[in-house]
Structures are given as structure tokens and as C-alpha cells.
């Protein structure tokens, strides 16, 4: 992810960078653009050895017998790769191993040298000059139902059901589908998520209002930054300042007695990086450090995007930055509902992200399982060994589910628990409230989310670390030993 903004990113391209016409191959390369962290851009890059241009358009026996040509296998490899980096906001942890799995089922063998916005994919063939390609594109979280098809494609890859060719075509066809929901219905989605997430920010009435008021607003510009490009760049500062103008100059939220940060949070979750944060310290844990890097920095610098926002609107609105304070509430909530806040909080997540309808249920309930026991052990023993513990409770209860062929992937099972656990809305709180002239809660605040960082993430990679090891082994004995 290149930045918060990149949710919302829906651009088609790159659905065909070859396209065959005529028997002939003709090899469109997109415009180039300047990559940075608040660009959405892909491009592809072909270089190769000699003699791979005629791979690439090859004809003859192989072709008429409909067998697998060295192109058609370097064509499904390529999309594949750029497929799963699109969709890599959450990590690339899986990206390499995927493609060369599938590559094995094809007969060749690939690597992939992976950063945050690219790939270095090789391939090598038994008869035939090895491929390379580069491979550039800006990953984003804004179709998840995409993540999970992608899964059963590659598993009938893997199982000899779909060859190079046909799978190639279903790649084209899954890039090129719509979205499954209409504008309004993701506009609602944006609204339930906020509304969904604001009794556990602060379980009163109030919250709850401003919530579903600020998040109307929020989604309005999220959904407007979909069709504007400019708009889509400047999302991460220009979301915050409408929010912020409507809450400091409409809605008075710098008069309310919890401070007018715990009322914005809700509507800005959609935006706050905190799931980025924890899957960069995640990458660099198991040893993918230039990828972690690079997607820690842009979390961090999307968080003061978002900060500097809020601050511009405090300011234009005259309010000032002294009213960034915060305050605690005493709850104003019935403990039931903050018990079923998470069904909508899911259903938004599920409407805003293009997820699944079927997959509601599964990241429902793993939903519930994180939170509930990082509520219970937090009680216990404290926040930060109670967030570890659901992390990992969460990491393996979602490996152990992915294992079966027709349940979604690890990421989009996890996906409701991640946010539920997260602590950006922490981090935010603590940048804004240290400008407002409050150090000893705005540095209060970056201590825990610090903390709980790095608790969630090492929970994680506790939990996933022993399904993962399981899942190879019987993949071991299951693949035949190529000869």
C-alpha cells in the first residue's frame, strides 16, 4: 500500500499488457508515471534474453495441439504476479511462494524478488531462454472479493483443472469484473463501518451520532476520490479536513467533554493505516525487510497526512489546535449493543471493501474472537498481553480455516479481527493531541500504540507460524517430487 488512499483505488489497468490480436502479439506498455508514496500508478517492464520475443508470440505444433507454449506459461506468471502484488496491501508474505507453486504446476520453475510497489519475476524453462520481468503496481485493499476468487483460481492451477492458457484468461476476466456493489450501497458501508466502530472508542450515544454524521461526510469524499484521481491522491489529508470542517463548524466537537479526536476517529478509520503498520513490523519480522520498510514508512507518513488535516480544519474552522484534547467519558451505552456493534461495524467492512457476501459470516466470527479475548485478557492481565494473545488466537483460528479449498484466504478471514485489534486510531490520537499542546497524553498515546504494535504483530506471527509450518508439510506429502 502506498498509502491510506489506495483503499479506494479502482482503476483498470493493466488488465491486458498483451493483448493477441490476429494471431499476433501485440505488447502495449502503459504510460509511465512518477512512483511515490501518494501515486497510484503500474507499469511493466520486459526484459529478457534473446530469443524471448519469440517465445512470447510463438506459434506451430505446440499451439495447434493446445498444449502450454513458454509464452503462454511467461503471460499467466506475469499477470499472476502483478494480480497478487495489487492485492498485497496487507502484505506480500504469500506472493513468492504462490507463483512459484504455480509455475511448478505448469512446468517451469519462477522466482520473485518483491518490494512494496514491485516485483523482479524469472522464469526458467526446461527447453527454453529464461524470461524476466519487472513488474510495477500500487497495492490497495479495495476488492477483496478479488482475494478470494484469486485463491480458487490458483488452487485449480495447482490441481491440474485449468492450464496456462485458460488460466490466464480467468485473470483477465477477474481484473475486468465489476465491483459487487453499487456506489450508494458502498457509500451505506462507509457510514456502518464508522457507526460500527464507535462504541469501542467511546460507548455513548453522542459517539454514535457524530459517527454516523462524520462518516456520511467521509463517505461522500471517499467514494467521490474513486472517480477523481487528483482527489484519490490527496484523500489521506483532504478526507480528514471535511471531516474535521463539518465537526469543528457545524457540530461544535470541540465543545464536547471527550475532546472532538474521539468523535472523528470512527469516520477516519477507513483511512487510518493502523493494519498497514502492523503488516510492515510483521514483513520485517519474518525477514522481509525491504518490503516492511518501505510499507512502515508510507503507514507513518500517511498517519501525519491524516494528522496534518485534521489540524488545517481545527485551524480554518477557529477552533484552534488547543481544542485537540481528550478526555474520558463515562459509558452511556447498554452493554448489548456495544456486544452487536460489531455486525455492522462487519457489514460495512464487507460493503466498503468489496468483500464477499458468504465471507461475511467467517470474518464475523473471527471478528468476535479477536475481540473478545483481548477484552477478556486485557481484564486479566493487561492491554498489551491481551492484544498479543488475540493476535495469535486470531493468526492460527484463520490459517486453520484457510486450509480448506472452498473457505476465503488467510487475509480476508483475518481481516475484521486485524481492525478490531489495530492501533492506528491510537497513533493519530497521540500526533494530534501532542500539537494541540497536551504532550503528556499525546505521548501517552504513542507509547501504547507503539507497544500494542508491536504485541499485535509478534501475536501474528506466533499464531500463523505453526499453521503455516503444518500447511507445507502436507502440501509436501500431497505434491509429487519432480523428477
Not at 137 to 164: C, I, M, N, Q, Y
Not at 425 to 451: K, N, V, W
Amino acid at each position: 500500500m502506498l498509502a491510506a488512499s489506495h483503499r479506494t483505488a479502482k482503476e483498470r489497468v493493466g488488465e491486458d499488457a498483451e493483448q493477441v490480436k490476429g494471431g499476433d502479439e501485440k505488447v502495449s506498455l502503459h504510460a509511465p508515471s512518477l512512483l511515490s508514496v501518494i501515486s497510484a500508478t503500474l507499469t511493466v517492464g520486459k526484459q529478457s534474453s534473446p530469443g524471448v520475443t519469440a517465445l512470447m508470440t510463438a506459434t506451430g505444433e505446440h499451439e495447434a495441439a493446445g498444449e502450454a507454449t513458454a509464452g503462454d506459461i511467461n503471460r499467466l506468471l506475469v499477470r499472476l504476479t502483478r494480480f497478487l502484488l495489487r492485492h498485497s496491501a496487507e502484505g506480500a508474505f504469500e506472493l513468492r511462494d504462490t507463483v512459484r507453486q504455480v509455475a511448478d504446476a505448469c512446468g517451469a520453475k519462477a522466482d520473485v524478488l518483491a518490494i512494496a510497489e514491485g516485483a523482479v519475476l524469472t522464469v526458467r524453462h526446461r527447453d527454453h531462454a529464461p524470461y524476466a520481468v519487472t513488474v510495477r503496481v500500487s497495492p490497495e485493499l479495495a476488492r477483496l472479493d478479488l482475494v478470494s476468487e484469486g485463491k480458487f483460481l490458483v488452487r485449480r492451477v495447482l490441481t491440474g483443472d485449468l492450464g496456462a492458457r485458460a488460466a490466464d484468461r480467468a485473470l483477465v476476466a477477474l481484473d475486468r469484473r465489476r465491483g459487487p456493489y453499487p456506489a450508494w450501497l458502498r457509500a451505506l458501508g462507509v457510514v456502518l463501518f464508522a457507526v460500527g466502530f464507535a462504541p469501542s472508542v467511546q460507548a455513548t450515544w453522542t459517539e454514535i451520532g457524530y459517527s454516523a454524521a462524520l462518516g456520511a461526510v467521509m463517505a461522500v469524499v471517499f467514494l467521490a476520490a474513486e472517480r477523481a484521481s487528483v482527489l484519490r491522491i490527496l484523500l489521506p489529508i483532504a478526507g480528514p479536513i471535511a471531516v474535521g470542517l463539518v465537526a469543528f463548524g457545524l457540530l461544535h466537537a470541540d465543545r464536547q467533554p471527550g475532546g472532538p479526536m474521539i468523535l472523528m476517529v470512527p469516520a477516519l478509520f477507513v483511512l487510518i493505516p493502523g493494519d498497514y503498520l502492523c503488516a510492515a513490523t510483521a514483513e520485517i519480522a519474518v525477514g522481509q525487510l525491504t518490503p516492511g520498510a518501505v510499507r512502515l514508512a508510507q503507514a507513518a507518513f500517511t498517519l501525519v497526512e491524516i494528522a496534518a488535516g485534521i489540524l488545517i480544519a481545527a485551524e480554518v474552522s477557529g477552533a484552534g489546535t488547543a481544542s485537540l484534547f481528550e478526555a474520558t467519558v463515562p459509558r452511556g451505552l447498554p452493554y448489548w449493543l456495544i456486544v452487536i456493534s460489531w455486525v455492522p461495524f462487519v457489514l460495512g467492512m464487507t460493503l466498503t471493501f468489496s468483500a464477499r457476501v458468504r465471507d461475511m459470516p467467517w470474518i464475523l466470527a473471527l471478528t468476535y474472537l479477536a475481540w473478545g479475548v483481548q477484552l477478556g485478557v486485557t481484564k486479566w492481565v493487561g492491554p498489551d498481553a491481551g492484544t498479543f494473545i488475540a493476535a495469535g488466537l486470531l493468526a492460527a483460528a484463520a490459517g486453520f480455516l484457510e486450509l480448506s479449498p472452498e473457505r476465503p484466504p488467510r487475509i480476508v478471514l483475518i481481516l475484521g479481527g486485524f481492525f478490531a485489534l489495530t492501533v492506528g486510531s491510537l497513533a493519530l490520537r497521540g500526533l494530534t493531541t501532542l500539537d494541540g499542546g497536551h504532550p503528556i497524553q499525546g505521548f501517552s498515546d504513542l507509547r501504547d500504540a507503539i507497544t500494542q504494535t508491536a504485541a499485535l504483530t509478534l501475536g501474528l506471527v506466533v499464531g500463523a507460524v505453526p499453521v503455516q509450518a503444518a500447511a507445507v508439510r502436507r502440501r509436501a506429502r500431497r505434491t509429487p517430487t519432480a523428477g
